[in-house]
T-cell receptor
């Protein structure tokens, strides 16, 4: 498809398990972002990839969270030893421009994670 | 730090009513300002933007004016429709990090027929 694709759309897991969330950005977009949306909260920035540059990991809440982007395209967000407070919707976005001043982000529909 | 504050929701209106969703910001300088919308079951999408003070962004009948005097970027629509029911987010780039957007907490709008 032409948009940002995320999978799975829903994931229920048990506390302590590891999960992987996948994002397939729009073809040709060099910038890729992960955000987290908790119930009643705004979007929390997690990590940003731009081309071959080192990712901006400043938003990752703990060392249980990691992300990679292979070949400058698909990205995987991994949460190890999940906790109940990790329950949220994880949003991926991509952009064709490095400067947000005139650009925009294109979001996927999100992956809803529930940790029991 | 840079941030946006949105009016708390949820907001429920009848069709054809006037809509205002307040957004104020705290930022260094004069960043671009954005409104994003999230329709049920869909990802966020850019609704409108303004890149400098006094600019007015507009799209789909929605408008927002960048007012530096009041550090505001309120979203307005003169006559809402049922199809406008969605969550609306105000956003701006974080100072010193042009690649990061900070978002407000979102305002849920429900329009009744």
């Amino acid at each position: 498809g032409a948009g940002v694709s995320q999978s799975p759309s829903n994931k229920v897991t048990e506390k302590g398990k590891d999960v992987e969330l996948r994002c397939d950005p729009i073809s040709g977009h060099t910038a890729l972002y992960w955000y987290r949306q908790s119930l009643g909260q705004g979007l929390e920035f997690l990590i940003y990839f731009q081309g071959n540059s080192a990712p901006d990991k400043s938003g990752l809440p703990s060392d249980r969270f990691s992300a990679e982007r292979t070949g400058g395209s698909v990205s995987t967000l991994t949460i190890q030893r999940t906790q109940q407070e990790d329950s949220a919707v994880y949003l991926c976005a991509s952009s064709s421009q490095t400067e947000l001043r005139t650009g925009e982000l294109f979001f996927g529909e999100g992956s809803r994670l529930t940790v029991l | 730090g840079d941030s946006v504050t949105q009016m708390e929701g949820p907001v429920t209106l009848s069709e054809e009513a006037f809509l205002t969703i307040n957004c104020t910001y705290t930022a260094t300088g004069y960043p671009s300002l954005f409104w994003y919308v999230q329709y049920p079951g869909e990802g966020l999408q850019l609704l409108l933007k303004a890149t400098k003070a006094d600019d007015k962004g507009s799209n789909k009948g929605f408008e927002a004016t960048y007012r530096k005097e009041t550090t505001s970027f309120h979203l307005e629509k003169g006559s809402v429709q049922v199809s406008d029911s969605a969550v609306y987010f105000c956003a701006l780039p974080i100072s010193g990090s042009a690649r990061q957007l900070t978002f407000g907490s979102g305002t849920q709008l429900t329009v009744l027929p």
